[in-house]
Each structure stands twice: as C-alpha cells, then as structure tokens.
Nanobody, 130 residues
Framework: QVQLVESGGGLVQAGGSLRLSCVASGRTFSSYNYNMGWFRQAPGKEREFVAAISSTGFATSYTDSVKGRFTVSRDNAKNTVYLQMDSLAPEDTAVYYC?????????????????????WGQGTQVAVSS
C-alpha cells in the first residue's frame, strides 16, 4: 500500500506563486517504481489532469492551460514530488491531488486519466484571489 500526503496549498493573490509537495510512503514503496501525477478539482467540476512526471524525472507532461506556468519535479531520495505554480490565476482555484501509477503498468507512457492511477492523496486546497 502507498500513502500520499500533499501540502503547500493556501490562499494567494493572482500572479503569485505556490509550491505543492507530495510525500509518498509505504512499507515497500520505492519512488523509482512509480510515475506521479497532479490533478485538481474545482467546485462543481470533475477532477482534471494537471501534470505528470516519470519515475526517473526525465519525462514530464502538462495540460495546456498550465504550460509555461507550472513545473513538476521530484526528489526520489526524499520520496517527494513537487508542483511549482507561478503566475497563478483565479481559475487555478481547486483542490490539488497527487497520484501514483506503477511504472510498469501498461501503457507505460505518462497518463492523464483519473482512472489510470493507482493511489491518491487527500488533496490540498489552493485558492487564488483576483
């Protein structure tokens, strides 16, 4: 079993920045065995893909609306994945979730579907005021 705990959310003005963290743990957990994703869910909306990063950190993927503003990274020695969010806008307001997907699960490419991840955190709230 894998546990994921997000942190770093909060209230920020438009144009500001936040860095989210996601710490993974588990009795047999190894960061090199999981691709990681970030998703978000705004009130009244479905959960949507934000970014993903491969188990080694060499490959990343972003949804179009955050390209050039958000950066996903990871530190496998700390079992931690980050989401640096810059130039935040009110439409970025949501609960942000991190998720883990076994790297050998087929297909092995970075995935954007909610049902394509194996483990989820509880989420951290991000609110951007105009």
């Amino acid at each position: 079993q894998v546990q994921l705990v997000e942190s770093g959310g909060g209230l920020v003005q438009a144009g500001g920045s936040l860095r989210l963290s996601c710490v993974a743990s588990g009795r047999t957990f190894s960061s090199y065995n999981y691709n990681m994703g970030w998703f978000r869910q705004a009130p009244g909306k479905e959960r949507e893909f934000v970014a993903a990063i491969s188990s080694t950190g060499f490959a990343t993927s972003y949804t179009d609306s955050v390209k050039g503003r958000f950066t996903v990274s990871r530190d496998n020695a700390k079992n931690t994945v980050y989401l640096q969010m810059d130039s935040l806008a009110p439409e970025d307001t949501a609960v942000y979730y991190c998720a883990a997907r076994g790297r050998t699960r087929l297909p092995i490419t970075l995935r954007a579907g909610v049902n394509e991840y194996d483990y989820w955190g509880q989420g951290t709230q991000v609110a951007v005021s105009s």
